[in-house]
């Protein structure tokens, strides 16, 4: 559904994007993951043909972005970073408008602004002016306009960016819904969106990809981050000595909660030291109140990937 190859793009004097190749398969929903500045807007603008790259070509349902732009388009939602809306234009007359510019039959506009309203929650509000709704409202507004002439792609640049955790959830359900029938390229810096949402990550750094998996494969491969929890009382100073010496554990750190001791273990990538531990909590008798792994979450890859250095 995109194909990007070799795709750079400099800015005065500064490479934005550096040689990404990439492809998004029908259906699925891709996050796009990268801190501020790595180039995940940049890299949107060029697939929505709204400037063209310095270098490198890419394709959306098999048409050339610039020499068959007006094609790719017709394939295309996007919804930019900043939604660009009219803020003394009503919500139904802003999509009616939307709709005819982007070329929907006037006569199927009614019913297919009325389907996004829907679709997106804007029911309520559809004789409101723009400029009087709320960031989520209008965050839906600029939903609805991508949508509005039935793309199958679907390209979102921070579609959750300043909304509150309730309105958060209420869009993140909205997409996963919209990824049963569209194919989605989602930037965000959000992780647990991404663990939550995508079916394929691409982690992208400094202009670079870092990293293009599964979000289960990204863990999987996580060479430091899971480790395990032992809460117990040892009466006693050598329980992380003691606890160091089981194999596979890396390090071992100490806090306290009361009387109770609270060892933090980081354990080498792939071995489950959970039951030698039980096994010397047990000798030992150490009074135990909780055993437990700490998996991996997307966001310690994403550490590893854009900071190795402080991981
Ligand atoms: N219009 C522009 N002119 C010059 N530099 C830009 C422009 N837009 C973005 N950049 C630079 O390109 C890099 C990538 O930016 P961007 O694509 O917006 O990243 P992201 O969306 O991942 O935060 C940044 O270093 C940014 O400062
Ligand atoms: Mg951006």
């Given at each position: 559904m995109i194909k990007v190859e070799n795709l750079t793009k400099r800015y005065a004097g500064q490479t934005a994007i550096d040689d990404l190749t990439f492809e998004v398969g029908k259906g699925e929903i891709m996050g796009f993951l990268g801190p501020n500045g790595a180039g995940k807007s940049t890299t949107m603008r060029i697939l929505s043909s709204f400037m063209p790259p310095t270098s490198g070509r890419a394709s959306v349902a098999g048409f050339d972005i610039f020499e068959k732009s007006l094609e790719a388009r017709a394939h295309l939602g996007y919804m930019p970073e900043n939604v660009p809306l009219y803020n003394d234009m009503r919500v139904t007359e802003y999509l009616d408008y939307r709709a005819a510019l982007k070329g929907v039959a006037h006569r199927r506009i009614k019913e297919r602004v009325g389907d996004v309203k829907e679709l997106c929650g804007l029911k309520d509000v559809e004789k409101k002016l723009i400029g009087a709704l709320s960031k989520g409202y209008r965050q839906r507004v600029g939903l609805a306009d991508a949508l509005v002439n039935e793309p199958d792609l679907l390209i979102l640049d921070e579609p959750t960016s300043g909304l509150d955790p309730n309105q958060i959830r209420q869009v993140r359900d909205l997409i996963k819904n919209l990824g049963r029938q569209h194919t989605i390229l989602l930037s965000t810096h959000i992780l647990p969106e991404v663990e939550m949402t995508c079916s394929r990550v691409i982690i992208i750094n400094k202009g670079r990809i870092e990293a293009c998996d599964t979000p289960e494969n990204l863990l999987h491969q996580m060479r430091s981050a899971s480790g395990v929890v032992l809460e117990a009382k040892t009466g006693s100073d050598d329980g992380v000595e003691e606890l160091k010496k089981v194999a596979g554990v890396k390090d071992v750190s100490l806090t306290s909660e009361g009387d109770w001791q609270i060892f933090s273990l980081r354990v080498e990538?792939?071995?489950?030291v959970r039951s030698e531990v039980f096994q010397l909590a047990s000798d030992r008798k150490w009074v135990v109140r909780e055993l437990s792994q700490r998996k991996a979450t997307l966001e310690d890859v994403f550490v590893e990937i854009t900071h190795p250095d402080d991981a």
């Open positions: 990538a792939g071995a489950d």
